[in-house]
């Protein structure tokens, strides 16, 4: 079974690729390297024993979209992971969000229909629910107006898959991260952030390593336990688990419907200072940080309920928040060293 993964080379989706090929399916990465290294590929080969095909191509070019697949013309499945991800940056200039997000998008499932690929798993996002009014979320929580253009394009991009199911024989699923973190055991692949980290667990890795001088803490007046600001963070491998019981469910045609949405956290909730705190206690590095204000844009608290994913894809992240912490450290070390 050949599974095409776009966006294949970065955080997320190389710990997919080498889920993938340790089930025994083949892999094909394209990725047009805009946020990915291409030494990526040698590092799945490392740690699988495989080297997965790969294709550099950027997905907002239709043709070059189209000669991939009918390249290969035997994928079964796409899992679809490129995008631009950066909230900020995507407020400060919208239109490289919708271009890149919205059309790489668009031409793939365009290929999809011509070659007639029949099954999608589409990376979205808790952005979705924006800040909910009722803890934890379940997938039938009401989404809010995204607030930000990057979560705009994960709203649309859900609409346009379920427009396309509506209309030809495709059949989706929906993924709707929480918070990944963490990187595989391997110390091989993680979140390689270019530039000033946005999130926290790369601020704070980077912290560690000297990169930067100080974390900010982003608010401590939030209606929290210790006033900083609640996420659902999950292991990066507990996540990249989950892709393959959706393909699995999706290619045996186990899916109840043309679309399914599962929501992928552990269920728990953990605040800012309760990472740094796990992190300090996994490295035996004390960080040096600073209060500031909130964060604008930032949601006080959000957790999943992650039921559904754990009852109907038989899946449940296994990992705690040290495994995380503890394993991003790793990662972060073993590229200082090259
Ligand atoms: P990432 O930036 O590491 O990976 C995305 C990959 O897509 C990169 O390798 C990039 O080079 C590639 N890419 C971007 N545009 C492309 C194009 N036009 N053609 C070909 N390749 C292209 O990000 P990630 O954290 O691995 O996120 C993967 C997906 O998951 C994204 O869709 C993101 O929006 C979504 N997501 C991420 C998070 C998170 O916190 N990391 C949370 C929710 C959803
Ligand atoms: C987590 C918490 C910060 C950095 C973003 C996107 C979301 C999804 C996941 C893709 C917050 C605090 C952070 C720092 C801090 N991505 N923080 N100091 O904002 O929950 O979600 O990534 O879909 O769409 O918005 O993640 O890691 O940026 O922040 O105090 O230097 O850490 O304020 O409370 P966030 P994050």
């Not at 929580?141 to 991009?157: A, F, N, Q, W």
């Not at 989706?172 to 999130?199: C, K, M, V």
């Amino acid at each position: 079974m050949k599974i095409l993964v776009t966006g294949g080379a970065g955080y997320i989706g190389s710990h997919v690729v080498v889920e993938l090929q340790q089930h025994g399916w083949e892999t094909v990465i394209v990725d047009d390297l805009s946020n990915a290294f291409p030494d990526v590929v040698d590092r799945i080969s490392r740690i699988t024993g495989k080297t997965p095909d790969f294709e550099l191509v950027d997905l907002k070019d239709p043709q070059a979209t189209f000669d991939l697949f009918r390249k290969y013309n035997d994928f079964q499945a796409v899992i679809h992971f490129a995008a631009h991800k950066a909230v900020g940056e995507s407020v400060e200039n919208p239109l490289k969000y919708y271009r890149n997000n919205i059309l790489s998008l668009v031409n793939t499932l365009e290929a999809m229909a011509l070659l007639n690929v029949r099954h999608i798993v589409f990376s979205s996002s808790c952005t979705v629910y924006g800040q909910p009014d009722v803890l934890p979320v379940t997938e039938e929580t009401p989404l809010k107006e995204p607030l930000s253009p990057y979560g705009h394009t994960k709203r649309i991009g859900e609409a346009i898959i379920n427009d396309q199911c509506q209309a030809s024989n495709l059949q989706a699923i929906h993924l709707r991260y929480f918070n990944p973190i963490g990187a595989h055991e391997s110390a091989l692949i993680g979140e390689l952030p270019t530039g000033i980290p946005d999130n926290l667990m790369p601020y704070i890795t980077q912290t560690a390593i000297g990169k930067r001088d100080f974390l900010r803490i982003w608010g401590t007046d939030y209606n929290t336990p210790d006033g900083t600001a609640i996420r659902d963070y999950i292991h990066v491998v507990d996540l990249a688990k989950a892709h393959v019981k959706s393909l699995e469910r999706l290619v045996n045609q186990q899916n109840s419907e043309p679309v399914e949405v599962f929501n992928l956290g552990t269920g728990t909730g953990c605040s800012v200072l309760e990472v740094v705190e796990s992190f300090e206690r996994t490295s035996g590095i004390k960080l040096k940080t600073q209060i500031m204000p909130r964060r604008p844009g930032d949601v006080e608290k959000v957790w999943a309920d992650p039921t559904r994913a754990n009852q109907i894809l038989k899946w449940t992240a296994q990992r705690s928040l040290d495994d995380m912490t503890k394993s991003a450290w790793a990662f972060q070390k073993t590229m200082e060293v090259g």
